[in-house]
């Protein structure tokens, strides 16, 4: 007889939600594009960008959705590192099923000729430091759009790698090994994600530290203004994005 009641009372609890039984969270609209950051430092300038930004959590993650210009976006913060960056794309592309997937933030020169505050545009991105990886090209039609918006910008394939390096010799054996103008630790993950769920890729970083750069606070002193750099980029590339349509 005691079980039947609490049984009941249970029941009774979860109809009310007192219990936090409550519906599931409704699949939310899909958003035309999808926008990743890894840092808050990134993120809330593009955030400031935004008219009517509202922000909400679905599983747990914590989304921004509003407009820039005409385009609709839903921006995640997804946090540093390659398993971080993985679970912030796919999340938004299960969630919001979005027709472009656009990543941007500050990113690390490993030539000498990619300078300070520099944008650069990538048109593949190659690993480093990670196993089995074979190298992934992004959109090409969205690298050459955006780099003819930003004019003056550079288009190259950057790199990404499982740890951070102020080290020339690392720099330079990557360069030598595929090309690429710099390095980051999110851009393949999310290009893999990306790619296996067929939506078109647009990477956007803005330089932090460059070649002759060997030490970490160079990351600290000149990461603000990359992060701003990068996010007003995006939003220019972004507003231009919606006008194509």
Known sequence: MKKAIAALAAALLCLSGLAGCGAPEAK???APIAVLAAMNMEAKHLIAR???????KLAGKKYTRGRIGDAEIVLHQCGMGLEKADAGARALMENFRPGVMVLFGMSGGIVPEVE???TVVATAVYPAWIENGEAISTDEALAAFAADILDGERSTAIATGNKMTWRQKDYDRIANACGAAAVDQESYAVAKAAEAAGVPLLIIRS??????????LGFFK???????????????????LAERE
């Open 28 to 30: 939310p609209e899909p």
């Open 50 to 56: 935004m008219e009517n930004p509202k922000v909400f």
């Open 116 to 118: 300070l505050y520099e």
């Open 207 to 216: 330089m932090s530290d460059t070649y002759d750069n060997s030490s970490l």
């Open 222 to 240: 000149y990461g603000p203004v990359s992060a701003e750099k990068a996010a007003r980029e995006a939003e220019t590339v972004i507003r231009k």
